[in-house]
Every structure is written in structure tokens, then in C-alpha cells.
């Protein structure tokens, strides 16, 4: 069974950094994407960051493409998210998903298929 459990949420000021992981375990294929969403209040969920792990390929939404760094430490199965000159509008709780699968998934932010609990992250003053 795949588990996702995210960490690393927190409060920070505006201009400040976190990072996120993302620890999975339970896969039966190596040929999987793992994906960061997030959902603000009253707005709906969207794609941030997202990266295959046939290739490495990786995909950033627009608003935070240059702020925001997905990786990944394959001996650890874990997924990172940095998040540098975080900006109030970055509130929201993340989520980190993944489903079998390719780069298509990513160049898409496709729906996946198995997800965490969600860590919250607050950019405030």
C-alpha cells in the first residue's frame, strides 16, 4: 500500500524560506511521479511542483517557477520541496501525491492517484 507522509510546514515572515518533504514508501514500480499540490482557503487545490522518476523530469506552476525547487534523495525515497521568497499568497496546506506513471503526468499536473495528509504552510508577518 502507498503512504505519503508529508512534513516541514510552518509560519514564516514573507521573503522566508521552508522546505517540505515527502516520504513514500509502498511503491511496486519504479516508474512513478510524485507531485506537491496545495489548497488555499476557499480557493480550489492546484499543482506547484512535480517530478518523474524515470527521468527526473520536473514541472513548476507559474507562480512559483524561480522561488520554488523540487527534488528528490532516492536512497531515502523522499521528495523535496524548497521554497524560497515565500509570499503570503504561498498560504495554503500542502499535499504531496503521486501515481504510477510518466512525464505526462507532471506536464500536466494530471490527478493522482495516492495522497498525504496535507502540512500547513502560513506566510506572515
Known amino acids: 500500500q502507498v503512504q505519503l507522509v508529508e512534513s516541514g510546514g510552518g509560519l514564516v515572515q514573507p521573503g522566508g524560506s521552508l522546505r517540505l518533504s515527502c516520504e513514500a514508501s509502498g511503491f511496486t514500480s519504479d516508474y512513478y511521479v510524485i507531485g506537491w499540490f496545495r489548497q488555499a482557503p476557499g480557493k480550489e487545490r492546484e499543482g506547484v511542483s512535480c517530478?518523474?522518476?524515470?527521468?527526473?523530469?520536473?514541472s513548476y506552476a507559474e507562480s512559483v517557477k524561480g522561488r520554488f525547487t523540487i527534488s528528490r534523495d532516492n536512497a531515502k525515497n523522499t521528495v523535496y520541496l524548497q521554497m524560497n521568497s515565500l509570499k503570503p499568497e504561498d498560504t495554503a496546506v500542502y499535499y504531496c501525491?503521486?501515481?504510477?506513471?510518466?512525464?505526462?503526468?507532471?506536464?500536466?499536473?494530471?490527478?493522482?492517484?495516492?495522497w498525504g495528509h496535507g502540512t500547513q504552510v502560513i506566510v506572515s508577518s
Open positions: 501525491a503521486t501515481a504510477l506513471g510518466g512525464r505526462d503526468y507532471c506536464e500536466n499536473f494530471l490527478p493522482l492517484d495516492y
Open positions: 517530478i518523474s522518476s524515470s527521468d527526473g523530469y520536473t
